[in-house]
């Protein structure tokens, strides 16, 4: 199983990445949260105070660096993941000391000054977990598990059942090609509305 993702990632397909929402406490005076060592990458962040969500723009480490007021503090912004030394960076009280050459940061400008029920919700993507056991649940995405079944079937045959191999890569190959053409080329659907022309759709 290992092998198959392995090549199923040297051939560009996302089988082994899995998105995932997560909530970390955000108190006051925090300027980030450390994120789980699993992290490939940061879609979306979003404060929520209260129940009330405040939806963060990205920004990268670089950027950050130049700010002119880099310890100020108030309803944060903007958000950026570093993995920075903290020799290299300044880095929330928060999350000193951790072991930022192994786990990423997610930081926010300004340093939080919220107070009450604080919450930031993170959409993250990050790497699948392998089966440690018989009875382990692949973590993968569920659209992903018929190909890897086929793959996998394919695999064991080629050792246990070589005549029934080829029909069984042959049945992988065809269910990869339909899983990546319907992963990658979805058609994009712009919506657009312009003053004096209404609305519209265009593919």
Excluded at 66 to 86: D, E, H, M, Q
Excluded at 101 to 117: C, E, R
Excluded at 170 to 181: N, T, V
């Amino acid at each position: 199983l290992e092998l198959l993702l392995i090549d199923l990632e040297n051939n560009g397909a996302n089988a082994e990445f899995r998105m995932e929402t997560k909530s970390y406490d955000l108190d006051v005076g925090d300027g980030g949260v450390v994120l789980e060592a699993d992290t490939i990458d940061v879609t979306q962040a979003v404060v929520v105070q209260d129940g009330k969500p405040y939806p963060l723009g990205r920004s990268s480490r670089e950027d950050a660096l130049v700010l002119s007021f880099p310890a100020a503090t108030g309803n944060p912004s903007i958000y950026w993941v570093t993995k920075a030394n903290p020799a290299d960076d300044t880095l929330p009280d928060s999350v000193s000391g951790s072991p930022l050459n192994t786990t990423p940061i997610l930081q926010v400008w300004p340093i939080s000054a919220l107070a009450g029920d604080v919450t930031i919700n993170v959409t993250r993507m990050r790497q699948h977990a392998m089966p440690s056991n018989f009875g382990s649940t692949l973590d993968t995405r569920r659209s992903w598990l018929p190909t890897l079944c086929l793959g996998l079937a394919a695999r064991i045959a080629g050792k246990y059942n070589p005549e029934a191999e080829p029909g069984l890569d042959s049945k992988y190959r065809a269910a990869l090609m339909r899983r990546e053409a319907e992963e990658d080329h979805h058609p994009v659907v712009i919506g657009y509305r312009g003053f004096g022309w209404g609305r519209a759709r265009r593919h």
